[in-house]
């Protein structure tokens, strides 16, 4: 399942999701998390390092330690933009697939804002909560501290 966490700016939702990533793991769940970056191009390696100059000289890289492993590929910019791309080719099997932003993909969303009024702003997809510290009338609606509750909800949509 892909669900995206859309909102406002600084309204929130990375700390809802990096707060909700420890219930939704003791829950057994594999989760991963699309970071949408808007900006173009981005460096998760640092210049002038072996593996940033090999993927310099032209070749996609695979960084890996005991512990992690990055993989630093060239997309278009039609499969960057593609979350269901995105999906097929690397994170299908995960039980849960969470995106920051991607808020004009259309996907199932729970959208996080400072005023009632901003969810208008993100009705691209299904929305299936609000988390915002005002009720928001006409959606399900939780406050921004109720982590569990939400992680709740997100676990009895995966059944």
């Known amino acids: 399942m892909i669900l995206s966490i859309v909102g406002t700016s600084d309204s929130g939702k990375t700390t809802l999701i990096t707060r909700m990533m420890p219930i939704l793991r003791e829950k057994g769940l594999r989760v991963a998390v699309v970071k949408r970056h808007a900006h173009g191009d981005f460096e998760i390696d640092k210049e002038g390092k072996d ?54 993909a259309g996907k199932d969303r729970i959208v ?6 901003e969810v208008e702003h993100f009705r691209q997809g299904r929305i299936l909560a609000v988390v915002c510290d ?10 921004r501290d109720e982590v569990e509750r939400i992680a709740e909800f997100i676990v009895s949509l995966l059944h």
């Open 51 to 104: 593996s940033w100059k090999i993927y310099n000289s032209g070749a996609d890289v695979v960084i890996a330690s005991p512990v992690k492993l990055a993989f630093i590929r060239r997309v278009s910019e039609e499969e960057g933009n593609d979350l269901d791309w995105i999906y097929e080719r690397y994170l299908s099997d995960y039980d849960l697939v969470i995106t920051e932003g991607f808020s004009k």
């Open 112 to 117: 996080v804002v400072k005023k009632p009024g």
């Open 134 to 143: 005002e009720r928001v009338d006409g959606h399900k609606w939780f406050r």
